[in-house]
């Protein structure tokens, strides 16, 4: 029977002593999903993740796969699997012993089992390396093996567990790109965590961030990155200016925050006495004439202090009158300011719905 | 620093002399022709290996049935030594490192203790408690209980009180350096854990456990001061070439120590190589 | 946390070797040594408590003398190793380059895997009457009668030096290892000579490894009973002798359990104040060998 969705995470609750590592968590992945679960080190999410794989117990809640509650299953009995952080692929077996290893616990022969384990490794692209020692193999090869030693058992989902933390940053960004392709290939359901904001927001059909042991916001990495519903959610994902104040005049969603130095400044949301202001380096528009920035209700005057030089993600530091920290813009590639160096006098604006704005 | 002065490396030259000096001149006099351990060199032979006796009034080591006995003492001891050692030990590696409970630290405390006991007092300590054992219980079964009088079965007992510490620690050792995500990998990916034991716990501890045996089993066969206390009728290897030492021995002795030797050699080569492929 | 009873019973079956073991092999019978040491044979069989096998030490100066040389005496071996080995561990560690390091190493281990008994057995071939030493010098006309090297307290020294070296250029040579060779360079660059490197810089570095040495050497010496029996003869003089004599030969128990306490408290005494002085625990130390 087909069910409408592969896990469901009911109400969990999980305490170590008087610390509530998991607070009452509540979720539910779609079959075919890329789910990811993002968030600080310490904020719960491995915790979940072996909850839902079978390693530790919830306090209290539910957790149910097609439907069926996962409590009292052990770990060998659920139909999940897990890709590990540090992979744990095995050394004192070869490659298609590893991936054999699942079969051949279910009972199945070991010709069989050897013939599946062929079959999955020739999928993910390592066909001929089933004799190697995984010792031998690169660390994308690697990783790959991890996957197909869970796939080849048809999972209904795979867990990876910030399985791209040990490799180098030109691997990782591949490996991100190749996962997402590996997901699609095989259609299978990802729950997938970490604390790397840019890898969830790359491959994920949808992003839960996690804080402190609850979930801020579950949404698309569109709307988490666009619309954050938290502060937190807010400075987590992707970069932004961050600036504390007080309300000053609310109407109808948009606001006015009053900076400690006096300056106003509008943008959208809620705030009782105390209030942060977000607004992404992307949203902040410059001009050489304060004229060209004149339908921008939020325009002030500043001086370039830092040109951060990184390529397409080069950015701009600007001492700006009325901010106590500069304002992070980006650095425009093309046009009259793309050779702006520092110490250049500019004009700085941005929209009001550029501007989020939370109670502090 | 890099630069050794002569001065140094002679001294290392002079030193690695002196260290390998006795054992040369004991594995040389084993085959000179005479009947007393001792210059001068009268020429080659194999009398005190194989001889029968008729040479030199005392027959060669591997058909005296002195030597023969003490050597099969040895063994008699070293063997169940050894296993009982491994076998112990990972049980006691495994509560080092896994279990969890009170008085954890003061349990690895004591384990280490033995080794700070002198072995001339973990023998008599065990001699004079066994002994009250024994007496005890005999008057209440009113039976004879040899094994707990000094014995091999005692000396097995006494030499397992320290070297129990040393197989614990290298078992130890190695499951520390093991990555627990392995086994929940394979629980992970439907094994019971039995099977996780004998398909991946116990493949990655077994140069350690082969490692720890070779060296109960050395240790065994080299113990003398435990032993000494322990000893009945029958003496292993040490106390029997103890009691030549202070008689005044013949070169069956030399030829003795030359099989010692190469049997220490062999067990190092298989333990070198046991440890690279622990690499 | 709550266990539940199966958990219970698999920490109880697996804690079983180690009460068993430490129990009935090291504990019981250390407190019957302690019982024994005070009872007192006051008739034919008839044993009561009291402190008459600790003032026989103190009052028959045999005893005492035996102790205070043992003791004496292993500390002068511990020393004498330590200065002997240091230089060997030095080059080991930082001289010796790959596989003749390695060479080196397995090159010192090598004799110390053989029997004790063995290379007592070539030091006596070496030194007595009738041995290689005294046939060579009379050979080379330096004498012209044979040379007894064996017997007396040199002997004694050298045998149990030599016995002690391995466990001294081990950890030294380990400790040695740890240090990195830029700080060295950076003590030379800074303008230390090379005694002030060696003294301000290394020797600290390897304390750790020269304590955990020095206790294991002293260790093993004050409980020897081979090398000093067999090199030293009557001269040997050593405390294990009147322990294994008053248990064996003797058969006077109660007295050899007072010796063997006594033995006991002395190496615990100068492990104890050897991590003392030099402010290292006995676990890191144990490590270290």
């Not at chain 1, 952080?85 to 004192?92: I, R, T, V």
Request: glycine share 10%; with cysteine; charged share 15%.
């Amino acid at each position: 029977m087909a069910h409408s969705t592969d896990l469901d995470i009911v109400n969990v609750t999980k305490r170590f002593g008087a610390h509530a590592a998991v607070d009452d968590v509540s979720f539910s992945v779609a079959p075919g999903e890329f789910f990811s679960i993002l968030g600080p080190s310490g904020c719960g999410k491995t915790t979940l993740m072996r909850m839902i794989a079978g390693f530790e117990h919830p306090t209290s809640g539910d957790i149910r796969i097609r439907g069926k509650s996962m409590i009292g299953v052990p770990a060998n009995k659920r139909p999940v699997n897990m890709v590990f952080q540090s992979l744990a692929l095995f050394p004192m077996m070869s490659v298609g012993e590893n991936v054999a290893y699942g079969l051949t616990c279910r009972g199945v022969s070991r010709a069989e089992a050897e013939e599946r384990a062929h079959r999955m490794l020739e999928r993910v692209g390592l066909k001929g390396f089933g004799e190697r020692r995984v010792t031998a193999l690169s660390g994308g090869q690697r990783q790959r093996v991890a996957i197909a030693r869970c796939l080849v058992l048809e999972p209904t989902l795979v867990l990876l567990d910030e399985p791209l933390g040990a490799l180098d940053l030109k691997l990782r960004e591949h490996m991100k790109i190749e996962l997402k392709q590996l997901q699609g290939t095989f259609n299978t359901t990802f729950v997938y965590i970490t604390h790397d904001q840019s890898e969830a927001l790359v491959m994920s059909d949808r992003i839960a961030v996690m804080n402190q042991g609850k979930f801020e916001q579950v949404g698309s990495p569109r709307e988490l990155y666009h619309n954050p519903a938290t502060p937190f959610v807010a400075s987590f994902v992707g970069e932004t200016n961050r600036w504390q104040g007080e309300a000053a005049s609310a109407s109808n969603g948009a606001i006015s925050v009053r900076l400690p130095s006096g300056a106003v400044v509008q943008g959208q949301g809620r705030a009782g006495q105390g209030a942060l202001a977000f607004v992404r380096p992307e949203a902040v528009a410059l001009a050489q004439d304060s004229g060209a920035l004149g339908n921008l209700p939020n325009r002030f005057e500043g001086r370039v202090s830092a040109v951060l030089f990184d390529g397409a993600a080069s950015s701009l530091l600007i001492d700006t009158v009325g901010f106590e920290q500069p304002v992070r813009a980006v650095l425009p590639q093309v046009g009259p300011l793309a050779g702006i160096e520092v110490g250049a006098p500019v004009h700085v604006g941005w929209t009001a719905d550029a501007m989020k704005v939370f109670a502090a | 620093m890099n630069r050794p002065s002569l001065a140094w490396k002679l001294y290392i030259a002079a030193f690695y002399l002196f260290l390998f000096a006795p054992l040369m001149i004991v594995a040389i006099f084993a085959f000179n022709a005479s009947p007393f351990p001792s210059p001068p060199w009268r020429g080659f032979a194999l009398e005190w290996f194989t001889g029968s006796g008729t040479v030199f009034g005392k027959p060669g080591v591997l058909v005296d049935p002195i030597w023969l006995s003490s050597i099969g003492n040895s063994f008699k001891v070293a063997i169940p030594v050894a296993l009982l050692a491994v076998l112990l030990g990972t049980v006691n590696a495994w509560v080092l490192e896994r279990a969890e409970f009170r008085g954890k630290t003061f349990l690895a405390m004591m384990m280490l203790w033995p080794l700070v006991i002198p072995g001339v007092v973990l023998g008599i300590s065990i001699l004079a408690f066994f002994s009250r054992l024994a007496n005890g219980l005999e008057d209440w079964l009113q039976t004879d209980l040899d094994f707990l009088r000094p014995g091999l079965g005692l000396v097995v007992l006494g030499q397992l009180s320290f070297i129990l510490t040393i197989t614990t620690l290298i078992i130890a050792a190695r499951l520390r350096k093991f990555d627990r995500s392995l086994e929940e990998a394979a629980f992970d990916l439907g094994a019971t854990r039995m099977r996780v034991l004998r398909t991946v716990t116990l493949p990655f501890l077994w140069p350690a456990l082969i490692g720890a045996g070779l060296v109960a089993l050395l240790m065994s066969f080299e113990n003398f001061n435990t032993t000494l206390m322990l000893v009945g009728s029958e003496a292993p290897l040490p106390i029997t070439m103890y009691g030549q030492m202070r008689e005044g021995a013949s070169p069956a002795i030399n030829a003795v120590s030359l099989l010692l030797m190469l049997g220490v050699g062999g067990i190092a080569g298989v333990f070198a190589l046991t440890s690279k492929a622990e690499r | 946390m709550t266990m539940r009873p199966a958990q219970r019973l698999a920490l109880f079956l697996l804690l079983a070797p180690a009460i068993l073991w430490l129990g009935l092999l090291i504990v019981l019978p250390h407190v019957e040594i302690l019982i024994l040491s005070f009872s007192e044979r006051v008739a034919p069989r008839v044993y009561a408590f009291g402190v008459g096998n600790y003032l026989e030490f103190f009052t028959e100066p045999l005893y005492w003398r035996t102790f205070a040389r043992t003791a004496f005496m292993s500390i002068l071996v511990t020393a004498l190793t330590l200065v002997l080995a240091f230089p060997i561990a030095l080059y080991i560690a930082r001289v010796a380059q790959g596989r003749l390091k390695a060479m080196l190493l397995l090159l010192c281990l090598l004799p110390f895997w053989v029997s004790e008994l063995v290379r007592t057995l070539g030091w006596m071939m070496l030194l007595r009457e009738t041995g290689v030493i005294s046939y060579a010098l009379r050979s080379v006309g330096l004498a012209n009668q044979p040379v007894e090297l064996l017997y007396n307290d040199g002997a004694v020294i050298l045998g149990l030096v030599y016995g002690g070296l391995l466990f001294m250029i081990v950890p030294l040579a380990n400790a040695l290892e740890s240090l990195e060779p830029a700080v060295v360079e950076a003590g030379y660059d800074l303008g230390g000579s090379r005694w002030t490197v060696l003294r301000r810089i290394v020797i600290p570095h390897a304390m750790p490894g020269i304590v955990a040495g020095c206790i294991i050497v002293f260790m093993l010496t004050v409980g020897n009973f081979a090398t000093p029996v067999l090199l030293g003869g009557k001269n040997g003089l050593w405390f294990t002798e009147q322990i294994y004599a008053q248990f064996i030969t003797r058969f006077n128990w109660p007295q050899g359990a007072a010796f063997g306490m006594l033995l006991l408290l002395l190496s615990s005494a100068i492990v104890w104040l050897g991590l003392r002085l030099t402010g290292q625990s006995l676990g890191t130390t144990l490590k270290q060998a």
